[in-house]
């Protein structure tokens, strides 16, 4: 069973969730280049030394996060896929639940991405995120395939998996562009 956080780790969720919130609320009326953290973390009711403690990645970061939640469950969309699937079906599949490809995205879900693809600096971030797990992706697939990690051919998979969602996301139906994706990788490392 999981522990209950503590009164600590409570607050600091709840104070996440406020910045987290009035970004998003502020960006969506204003628009991202026209909100300052200072006004962020006024609409919160925190410093703004608190907002970059909480997110040091600065406004991007209240919007998409640090990405330590995305290198996670992409490696384990490779561990823990079901015996008799493949490496890229398994991350064709976690991929297709994810941002741009979720198929039943709720109604906040579509403004924060559409606010995401509108907006350079946040597309911009969106990307890094999924670009900075190119060594994690690599290792992971290198494992489960028994191949050196530093096998170029699997550092330059990883690469082109990790670039879909930016690409395929701004297609006029991503999941279409998704699949398509796959299909050439699947071309291209048959036994993966």
Same mark, same amino acid.
């Given at each position: 069973m999981g522990e209950t956080p503590g009164r600590r780790e409570r607050k600091k969720a709840a104070t *996440?969730? =406020?910045? /987290? @919130? =009035? !970004?998003? *609320? +502020? $960006?969506?009326? &204003?628009?991202f280049d026209k909100v300052t953290v200072a006004e962020i973390a006024d609409a919160a009711d925190t410093a703004v030394s608190t907002l970059f403690a909480h997110f040091p990645g600065g406004k991007e970061a209240l919007i998409l996060g640090d990405g330590a939640e995305r290198e996670a469950a992409l490696t384990a969309a490779v561990r823990q896929r079901p015996p008799g699937t493949s490496i890229l079906d398994s991350l064709r599949d976690f991929l297709a639940t994810r941002g741009p490809f979720n198929p039943d995205p709720t109604p906040d879900f579509r403004r924060k991405a559409a606010l995401v693809v509108a907006t350079p600096a946040l597309r911009a971030y969106a990307r890094a995120l999924w670009t900075a797990n190119e060594e994690s992706l690599t290792r992971v697939? !290198?494992?489960?395939? @028994? *191949? @050196?990690?530093? @096998? $170029? /051919? +699997? *550092?330059? +998979?990883? &690469?082109?998996? +990790?670039?879909?969602p930016d690409l395929a996301g701004q297609e006029p139906t991503p999941s279409? !562009?998704?699949?398509? =994706?796959?299909?050439?990788?699947?071309? !291209?490392?048959?036994?993966?």
């Open positions: *996440r969730k =406020a910045l /987290s @919130d =009035a !970004a998003l *609320r +502020l $960006f969506l009326e &204003r628009g697939i !290198a494992e489960e395939t @028994d *191949r @050196d990690p530093n @096998d $170029f /051919s +699997l *550092r330059l +998979l990883a &690469r082109y998996i +990790l670039e879909i279409t !562009a998704l699949t398509t =994706a796959f299909t050439h990788l699947k071309q !291209a490392w048959p036994t993966l």
